[in-house]
């Protein structure tokens, strides 16, 4: 019914939105008309051909000339708005059938530009007076990216900015953004969102804030990197509408490969005699296998082939309006986001989202205005459950990646079979085990009163916002089963015994509940002037924000943070540039008294082509070096087994009771009680400094962008029990109380360089981005006798650890020559030879050691966007290089068991070939960290691409349409890795073994403007 309901939601708004762009003819008819004739360029120069322009009475699209004549209205105020991607939206007001604003001149979205706007909070920047090393990604860049989370598209397009997306499952996926090492928050409208339910088409810009410059004003919550996301909003002109529509398929970007049942068997046989064992299968059962005459008894399934869909359905529409006039602006959406699991039987996972965004803006008085930003969604998650509750059944980790080929067949005459080692039918389990489904209902809002008292004060405002935000989650689920039975052999005969009854449940029944509200109240007062070639800009900022989760813990405690904060820009002919900014933050997790601590941030700026030097330069057109140092505290610190808002309080619990006394003259009880543990109040917050020395610049009639940043970032005074380094005398666990120890840093190098050229009607942009980092831990609790290559402190912090190998022994001999003793049992060929690090003559934790290798410190992204006429092709590419990876899946690779499913990459064993060691179902001796499982890392990934066609405008018009572009989209559509052969995703090796697979999306899809 819900769903009946939306789609009749979408049918109105659309017939209300064409209705709104449909042109009045008899307004037309009835009205005097002047003629006003132009040329349309870009801020180089250029004319643009093709672009349409449009006032109350009519539309024109621009000749090769960029020229146009446009009619618009005599006896009324008129407008003529310009619209073209990737250039600002442009309205010239029309009075009596004339434009005083005759510049028809469309400015480019650059992403560096002396006057492009820098969205830090609290405060915009024309880039001249930005000191803060931050990348902007507009809106419709990201269009190209059919995805359900917004996230997601930013992978490859900004330097340093990783996106990692651990859990694929529809409705669950998961994205994590992580920013020169450091996982990044994100912020909607300056309020500190979740975005997982954001969609493209509602956002204006991205900026992404690395340093403490700008972003120091949000208090110690942004000790972190954020994403500073702004959504649209109204313009003063007429209202127009967009809709956007794809429809397309998502499969599996990999997919393991594990053995058939011959194989499987094979290979059993072999590894229990490399053990001493005798062989489990026999000749008959292996040909059995082989030949697949009897699927009964020797069955010979392919789990991935059978329950895994080789596709499942993904499907967005959205539309958007905006308009307004010079009281009232509005821009509002509706979006619907739907996507399929990979089960093939029985209940599949599955997510349909509403969206709802309305932002107003209401001008009251020349003095006071008000913005509401009201957005909210609806959304379905369906799943395979787990047993009878709400957890997620994991069909890949409970059985596709365990379950050998043989285990057991599936069915027989009606009837699903188990086995005593293999409980599992997965049949069964998809299909009568019951299902969950979720309800999300997620509602964020504010509203903004804004003062500008600049009659009173010349550039003085104040505005006052509060944000309220909540969160719903509700699962419904039920069990049940089929009968299952146990298939055996006796007597030569088939005998099939019920294990298992069936059960029916024929009502859902409520499950987990998640509640979170977030209330935020931001109160900012502005002081913004030019005294001639002088710029100053002052902000006094107060933030505060509560939030509650709805918990079952005693402990719990609401999140609350209270800020003050003072920032000063000063400019100087807009060449020198000087930031200062003091945050007073305060945080729960301190001791009375000293939760409240200061943090400065200074920068400095110098536009240097502006300089009398550079002014005139054939090559410059714009270049700033600029550098920021900051100091910020870090609120997401905690102590295993301690209650991080309650450090500076001993705690104790009850541990039963005890009766003193002897047989027959016993006390009462008395409560007996145990630490949990020792408070102090003699620690600080601990605290991060970051420093960044940037420089960015045009280059080449601006056709060249570049930026290059440096950045060195210290975590100091790092909450520690020092465990290791106080003597046992003292106390250890819930015995030592918290202080400040540690210390560790991270340095690196990122860039990014674009080059953009119109040549006629063909148009070339080409990029790539990258970073270097490294980083060192300094101070580590550890003891002072730890042999020194055992120790943390003074080694990188992304070496890895693990045995020196030395190959594989290949002969009794070799392994008889071999005079150290190890702690996994007997050697034999195949085995693999772990070097004694430490030479004590035995193999243990004490020989582990960083190896030769590190994960990768380069990071990068490169893109390409190809146009000729109405054509184009875009694409992101992203990737890692210089760094190693280690097989060490125990699905995959560590497998030493008698139940688990043999993979591929077994094939390769020992003595076949020195690529895998022998075989075993018993021996942990192989499967340890070492140099013997590691690879290269390196990868490359196609993560987006877009091939278009845009019909002719003029055709468009023809059909009440601005502009229509059809288009063909995919994401993550290949890869480039050393671990290819092996089946696996190169970024996360358990995805498709113990997890949901990545998923691939190819789409077509529409997009037209009213």
């Avoid at 979205?109 to 007076?129: E, T």
């Avoid at 990044?184 to 969609?199: E, F, H, K, N, P």
């Avoid at 270049?623 to 100091?631: A, C, N, R």
């Avoid at 005398?729 to 840093?745: E, I, M, S, V």
């Amino acid at each position: 019914m819900k769903k009946i309901i939306f789609n009749n939601l979408f049918a109105l708004s659309f017939l209300i939105a064409f209705s709104f762009a449909l042109p009045s003819h008899a307004q037309e008819a009835a009205e005097k008309a002047s003629v006003i004739s132009g040329i349309l360029v870009d801020d180089s120069g250029l004319p643009l051909s093709g672009t349409v322009l449009s006032s109350s009475l009519e539309a024109v699209v621009t000749n090769r000339g960029g020229e146009f004549t446009i009619k618009v209205s005599d006896t009324r105020d008129d407008q003529i708005v310009i619209y073209e991607e990737g250039y600002q939206l442009k309205v010239i007001d029309v009075y009596d059938g004339f434009a005083p604003d005759d510049e028809f001149v469309m400015k480019k979205h650059k992403p560096i530009d002396q006057d492009r706007v820098v969205a830090l909070p609290f405060q915009d920047f024309q880039s001249y007076r930005s000191v803060a090393a931050s990348n902007v990604i507009y809106g419709y860049e990201l269009a190209s990216h059919p995805t359900t989370t917004v996230l997601e598209a930013l992978a490859g397009r900004v330097p340093g900015l990783v996106v990692s997306k651990n859990e694929n499952q529809p409705g669950f996926e998961a994205v994590g953004v992580s920013i020169r090492g450091r996982g990044a928050l994100t912020y909607v409208d300056g309020i500190l969102r979740d975005v997982s339910d954001l969609v493209v088409d509602e956002v204006e810009k991205i900026e992404v804030i690395k340093d403490f410059s700008g972003r120091a004003v949000l208090g110690i919550v942004a000790g972190n990197p954020i994403i500073n996301i702004t959504t649209k909003e109204g313009q003063s002109h007429k209202t127009a509408v967009s809709v956007n529509a794809d429809l397309g398929l998502r499969n599996a970007t990999v997919l393991p490969s594990y053995l058939d049942a011959y194989n499987y068997a094979t290979l059993f046989n072999e590894a229990r005699k490399n053990d001493g064992r005798n062989p489990h299968y026999t000749e008959e059962r292996i040909n059995g296998y082989r030949d697949g005459t009897n699927p009964l008894r020797y069955p010979n399934i392919d789990y991935y082939d059978r329950f895994v869909k080789k596709t499942t359905p993904f499907r967005s529409v959205g539309v958007n309006a905006s308009g307004g006039s010079g009281r009232v602006r509005y821009f509002s959406l509706l979006n619907y986001v739907g996507t399929g699991g990979l089960e093939a039987v029985g209940q599949e996972s599955g997510l349909d989202r509403f969206k709802l965004r309305a932002n107003i803006d209401l001008q009251f008085t020349d003095i006071i205005s008000m913005n509401v930003n009201l957005s909210g969604t609806y959304g379905e998650a369906s799943y395979p459950n787990e047993g009878s509750g709400a957890t997620r059944y994991n069909m890949f980790g409970n059985v596709l990646s365990r379950y050998p080929s043989n285990a057991h067949a599936m069915e027989h005459d009606g009837m699903l079979l188990m086995s005593d080692n293999y409980p599992i039918n997965l049949k069964n389990d998809l299909m009568y085990s019951g299902f969950a489904k979720i309800v999300d209902l997620n509602t964020q809002n504010s509203t903004t009163l804004k003062f500008d008292l600049d009659n009173m004060v010349k550039g003085l405002s104040f505005y006052g916002r509060v944000a309220f935000d909540m969160n719903n989650s509700i699962t419904n689920n039920k069990g049940g089963t089929e009968a299952l039975y146990r298939h055996t052999i006796v007597d030569g005969e088939d005998n099939f015994q019920r294990m298992r009854e069936k059960e029916v449940v024929t009502t859902l029944s409520s499950g987990a509940d998640y509640f979170l509200r977030r209330t935020t109240l931001n109160g900012v007062i502005d002081y913004n002037r030019q005294f001639n070639n002088n710029e100053l800009t002052l902000n006094a900022i107060y933030v505060q924000m509560l939030e509650d989760v709805k918990v079952q813990t005693s402990s719990y405690q609401p999140r609350k943070t209270q800020d003050i904060s003072l920032r000063a820009n000063y400019a100087h002919d807009k060449k020198y540039v000087l930031q200062g900014e003091l945050n007073y933050s305060g945080i729960m997790k301190l001791p009375p008294g000293k939760r409240f601590n200061l943090f400065p941030t200074v920068g400095a700026g110098w536009v240097m082509s502006n300089e009398a030097f550079l002014k005139d330069n054939q090559v410059i057109d714009y270049l700033k070096l600029f550098t920021t140092i900051g100091i910020m505290g870090i609120d997401n610190f905690n102590i295993t087994g301690y209650d991080q808002f309650y450090l500076h309080q001993t705690l104790w619990r009850n541990a039963g009771s005890w009766r003193p006394g002897i047989q027959g003259n016993y006390a009462d009880y008395v409560n007996v009680y145990e630490i949990l543990q020792q408070g102090s109040d003699d620690y600080k917050i601990p605290k991060r400094n970051h420093l960044n020395i940037g420089l960015e610049g045009l280059f080449i009639d601006e056709a060249l962008s570049a930026t290059l940043n440096y950045f060195h970032i210290k975590d100091y005074d790092m909450i520690s029990l020092m465990e290791s380094r106080v003597p046992a005398l003292f106390g250890t666990g819930g015995f030592l109380p918290a202080t400040n120890y540690g210390k560790q840093t991270r340095w690196g190098v990122e860039g990014a360089l674009q080059y953009s050229k119109k040549m006629g009607d063909f148009y070339l942009s080409l990029g790539a981005n990258a970073q270097y980092m490294r980083g060192k831990n300094i101070d580590v609790d550890e003891p002072l006798a730890l042999d020194e290559h055992r120790k943390l402190a003074g080694k990188d912090i992304d070496m890895i650890w693990g045995y020196e190998t030395d190959g594989l022994f290949q002969s009794d001999a070799d392994v008889n020559a071999y005079t150290v003793t190890t702690s996994w049992g007997s050697i034999k060929p195949g085995d693999i030879k772990y070097v004694d690090y430490n030479r004590d003559g035995v193999i243990d934790a004490k020989d582990v050691h960083t190896l030769d290798a590190h994960y990768p410190r380069i990071n990068y992204g490169v893109n390409l966007s190809l146009s000729y006429k109405r054509f184009k092709l875009f694409m992101v590419g992203r990737g890692v290089a210089d760094g190693k990876t280690m097989l060490s899946n125990p699905s995959y690779f560590w497998i030493s068991s008698e139940t688990q499913n043999f993979s591929e990459p077994m094939l390769d064993r020992w003595p076949v070939t020195n690529n895998y060691p022998r075989l075993t179902t018993s021996s942990p001796h192989n499967y340890q960290g070492s140099s013997f499982w590691l690879r290269n890392a390196s990868y490359f990934c196609l993560s987006n691409l877009e091939l278009s066609y845009t019909l002719p405008r003029e055709t468009s018009l023809g059909m009440l349409m601005k502009d229509t572009s059809f288009f063909v989209r995919g994401t993550n559509l290949f890869y480039l890795s050393s671990v290819n052969s092996y089946g696996l995703n190169p970024e996360n090796h358990n995805l498709g073994i113990q997890s949901y697979p990545q998923m691939r999306t190819i789409t077509l899809g529409v997009s037209l403007k009213f």
